[in-house]
């Protein structure tokens, strides 16, 4: 039989199969081999769909990317020099994929100049392409790339959040100075892994020949100017070339709004970089109308190439939404008073880009416009491609898609009830159907709900009702633990349920569609879903509504038993559904032991999983049914293992694509020791909502008074808080803390502890006479407690104010095993965990003093109101007064029967509340700018901040506002509020 035979040098033989089976290429030396009879037909096939135009080349590079076979790597690299965007990134991946010949040849075409880093980027990105980052930093691990092509791929790899690409991350950084500033910020992207990540190292502070540390930095010349030329230049064309811009090609955006869709909607594109506010023209670049199907389509100039654009569908006399779920399914006005349809695609590349427009995506625009902005920087960086896509991928998966909701298109829905729409390319996959199934879930969802209340609402209101539920980052039918008032008409769809899930979307995961429905939105692939429309449903049902980034505040274990059962617990916000928990050796990091929500009983369990706390039981290691890694085990003859903890979100559950890796410490010990353990210490703050914990103590008090008689709410309460675990198998009697053992110290002085009644030289540390005390049965694990006051005659004698004191506690008990021995948790080197406090004095406790809002007494409906917030600071008493911050205002607004509850933060974003109200800015006076956080100091005790409220016409009577200002003391976190309230009448 006669086999075509293709080097990838280009040239082609024509062989007997039968005579012959090795051969080398004649051009080139390359040892080729005689693909199998069926593999000679599939490439065959192949090269016959390839000849058909870009739809086939297309598809044809899928199937030779997913054979993984060197027989293939030809076509592949046709494919990677065709020009069409789609098949570039398939084959170069495929390529990646083929050790050796495929990685070889892209290696090549790097060192020639033929394929830039940043294209490469581009294609394992819009794949999400796995094992880009292994490949990209073995590159940089053997010098194969240079100093301009390390910073065309700093920015991806700093979104990978592998500690591969942050160890090679860093040592470009030691090795390329000049790209400090390119190598910090992707660096930064992953702090999560590595605290000193984006940190300034300690050689690049350091001039060469100079020595000390107050010399004068020499100037650099005019070397970091011409890389900086050259790497401009290098993005540029990178940009500009192969596939990405073509003059005679469509370059822009293709986009869809809806399903169900908006017909004859006007679409405003807008460059982010210049963007305001959705009722500005600030940035807008073009303005386009959808057609009947709900699509479009916008031409962009190259000048736009990289940047990120906002893109919203506006309400309008025109704009009409298919009601699909109403009797009937009418076409209902898509017009004023409802809010814009808005999706953020983070990042044109030039070409064919597509954007999809719907309720889903603008739910993620509402949270990231609100994101606090100490979280993810000032001015732009909210729109940041990480902070983005991270927080499309929240809500993505609290529907239980894979789609990614801005960048996929949903397929056209088919039947009688949508106007009929021919497929594109891009719509042909299972991921794009499934995507339709959730839009047309959530529309017949709207109108179930809105069939089930009183009133006269559409779907329409619902969905603005879930943008405005979305503004906290949370989908759980309140504003910040406040029920909405929409959505509260149905209260089974507000708060959380026991195990943290949200239950709007519990709700939504019982409101499937029926089977002629799920036919609709299949249409396309004749009923093909990814994922099944019941798995999609199970997602739905655990979903903590997250629709944010994650981020991580606290976690409470240091050590813990091999035979666990110990109750962990992390706080923050933004977790969800697909997190998994891994315990990873510090000493090998392929050993691993995974806690996910399927985990029960000996293998660790998920306890309560909302947006805001993870509680999981440790492991019993011992008796696990899963394989325990041997370098997760104790060691023969030592004491512990140290372990890292991590938390690890999979927006895609299966997949390991695109995780996030959240390092919460690599500092845990594992110990299959007997004593006593002490799991975790911390100090803090006594309010009568709960425990803060706290770095600074302002509970400097006279030798009169006892720790114990403090009340919560009224006094300064601090407490001492340790968490033990009983590990053997015996009672352990009268645990406690011991006194005696416990160790303080203050800049290298010793801090005496003393209980109330005491009388030890120099004490300066006060405990309650009576200590508390706690019996563990074996297995057990406590929480005690003990309240301390600072003594303020020990200052400055034998305590210091404001430096911090550190104290590692040491509990003992009685174990009834044999003998019945004395137990303390320090029977092992570095279990003792110290804690940190610093005494500060009470009477320079910043407190909010007043609030006083001021408004004019009338104004014209249609007009705007100015509403005045004066802020003045106080303390407990005494002078000077410690720096106060004012984070946030919450503003209840009753206007025509209808009220608008809003939380004023350092993330304040144009708002539109009930009876046609515009929140439209909120500035510090004079001058403008953020209003929120605010500094009150002792120089600068007062401030004022202004509220720009417009009224509409049609809507009168007094518009009353009442509002709450929440501030911190700086240094010890003690909370203090202010409220006042004005009313300003709207007349005709």
Not at 52 to 72: I, K, N, S, T, W
């Amino acid at each position: 039989m006669e086999v075509l035979v293709e080097c990838i040098c280009g040239r082609k033989f024509h062989v007997d199969s039968v005579q012959v089976s090795e051969f080398e290429c004649e051009s080139c030396g390359r040892p080729l081999t005689v693909p199998p009879e069926p593999t000679a037909e599939r490439l065959a096939a192949l090269r016959a769909r390839m000849a058909g135009g870009e739809p086939g080349l297309r598809e044809a590079m899928r199937e030779a990317a997913a054979a993984r076979d060197p027989h293939f790597l030809p076509l592949l690299r046709h494919g990677a020099e065709s020009g069409v965007r789609e098949a570039v990134n398939t084959s170069l991946c495929g390529m990646c994929d083929l050790a050796g010949p495929g990685t070889d040849l892209v290696a090549t075409w790097i060192n020639d100049g033929r394929l830039s880093m940043s294209r490469l980027a581009s294609a394992f990105r819009e794949l999400r392409y796995e094992r880009g980052t292994e490949f990209l930093c073995a590159m940089i691990e053997s010098g194969r790339l240079k100093e301009n092509q390390i910073a065309e791929v700093a920015d991806y790899l700093g979104e990978t959040g592998s500690p591969r690409a942050l160890e090679a991350l860093k040592a470009a950084r030691k090795a390329f100075p000049n790209l400090s500033g390119i190598l910090d910020r992707a660096l930064t992207r992953l702090r999560h892994l590595d605290e000193s990540a984006g940190g300034v190292p300690d050689e690049a502070k350091r001039i060469p020949g100079q020595t000390g540390s107050d010399q004068t930095a020499q100037k650099k010349g005019c070397l970091g100017v011409v890389v900086l030329l050259a790497l401009v230049v290098a993005v540029w064309v990178a940009l500009s070339g192969c596939d990405d811009v073509r003059r005679d090609a469509f370059g822009g955006l293709l986009g869809t709004v809806g399903y169900p869709p908006l017909a004859q909607c006007d679409v405003d594109i807008y460059d982010a970089i210049q963007f305001v506010n959705l009722d500005s023209t600030q940035g807008r670049i073009v303005r386009v109308r959808t057609d009947n199907t709900g699509r479009f389509a916008i031409e962009l100039d190259e000048q736009y190439l990289g940047r990120p654009m906002i893109v919203v569908a506006r309400p309008g006399p025109a704009a009409l939404y298919r009601d699909f779920g109403a009797a009937g399914t009418p076409d209902i006005a898509f017009d004023a008073p409802n809010r814009p349809w808005v999706a953020i695609h983070s990042e044109w590349l030039g070409g064919e880009d597509t954007v999809t427009v719907n309720p889903i995506t603008t739910m993620a625009f509402e949270a990231i416009m609100r994101l606090p902005a100490d979280e993810v920087g000032g001015g732009d960086l909210r729109f940041d491609r990480a902070v983005v896509h991270s927080t499309q991928a929240a809500i993505a998966a609290c529907f239980g898609m894979r789609a990614e909701p801005v960048l996929e298109l949903p397929a056209p829905p088919g039947g009688p009830l949508f106007a009929p729409a021919g497929k594109i390319y891009l719509e042909d996959n299972d991921r794009s159907t499934s995507y339709t199934w959730v839009c047309l879930q959530l529309a017949k969802a709207a109108n179930v709900f809105v069939a089930a209340t009183p009133g006269t609402d559409t779907a329409l209101d619902f969905y603005d009702a879930l943008f405005r539920d979305a503004e906290d980052g949370v989908m759980d039918g309140s504003y910040f633990g406040a029920p909405d008032a929409f959505l509260n008409q149905d209260p089974a769809v507000v708060g959380l349920d026991s195990d943290g899930a949200s239950r709007l979307f519990r709700w939504l995961s019982t409101i499937p569609l029926d089977a002629t429905e799920t036919g609709y939105a299949g249409a396309v692939r004749n009923g093909a879903f990814d994922t099944a429309p019941s798995f999609m449903l199970a997602l739905q049902a655990d979903a903590t509504g997250a629709v944010r980034p994650m981020r991580i505040d606290h976690i409470d274990v240091w050590n813990y038993p091999y035979s666990g059962n110990v109750e962990l617990t992390i706080r923050g916000a933004g977790m969800r559904r697909s997190d998994v928990f891994f315990f990873r050796s510090f000493d090998d990091s392929g050993a691993t032991f995974e806690v996910n929500r399927g985990s029960v009983g000996v293998d660790g369990q998920f306890l309560h999983h909302s947006a805001s706390e993870l509680r999981l039981r440790i492991p019993d290691f011992g008796t696990t049914t899963k394989p325990v890694p041997f370098n997760l085990r104790v060691p023969a003859g030592g004491n512990f293992r140290r372990v890292r903890l991590e938390l690890i979100n999979r927006p895609e559950y299966e997949k390991i694509a695109r995780q996030a890796v959240y390092l919460l410490t690599d500092n845990a010990r594992v110990t299959n020791r007997t004593e006593p353990l002490l799991v975790h210490a911390a100090i803090g703050r006594v309010e009568a909502a709960g425990f803060t914990p706290a770095k600074s103590a302002n509970n400097v008090y006279p030798a009169s008074q006892d720790p114990d008689a403090l009340v919560a709410g009224s006094d300064e309460v601090y407490e001492l808080r340790v968490r033990v675990a009983n590990p053997s198998a015996f009672d352990i009697l009268g645990t406690t803390l011991d006194l005696a053992a416990t160790t303080l110290s203050q800049l290298g002085n010793t801090i005496v502890a003393d209980v109330f009644s005491g009388t030890a030289p120099a004490r300066a540390f006060i405990l309650p006479d009576t200590p508390v005390s706690e019996d563990l049965s074996p297995g057990e694990v406590a929480t005690l407690a003990w309240r301390f006051v600072f003594l303020d005659t020990a200052i400055p004698a034998d305590l210091a104010a404001g430096a911090p004191v550190t104290i590692r506690p040491v509990l003992t008990g009685q174990s009834q095993g044999p003998g019945t021995p004395t137990v303390t948790t320090n029977d092992v080197t570095d279990f003792t965990r110290p804690v940190t406090v610093a005494p500060v004095a009470l009477d320079q406790t910043a407190v909010l003093a007043s609030l006083a809002m001021t408004a004019p007494a009338a104004a014209v409906e249609g007009n705007e109101v100015e509403v005045d917030f004066a802020l003045t600071l106080g303390s407990l008493g005494g002078a000077p007064i410690r720096n106060l911050a004012v984070e946030s205002i919450d503003l209840v607004v009753t206007f025509d029967s209808t009220t608008t509850v809003l939380r004023l933060g350092d993330s304040f974003f144009a708002t539109p509340g009930n009876a046609g109200l515009v929140f439209a800015t909120f500035q510090i006076q004079p001058g403008g700018g953020r209003a929120l956080p605010l500094a009150l100091t002792d120089a600068a005790a007062t401030a004022t901040l202004r509220l720009t409220i417009r009224t509409s016409t049609g809507h009168l009577g007094n518009l009353n506002l009442s509002a709450t200002a929440t501030a911190r003391d700086t240094a010890t976190g003690r909370v203090s509020t202010a409220s006042d309230s004005t009313t300003t009448v709207i007349t005709p």
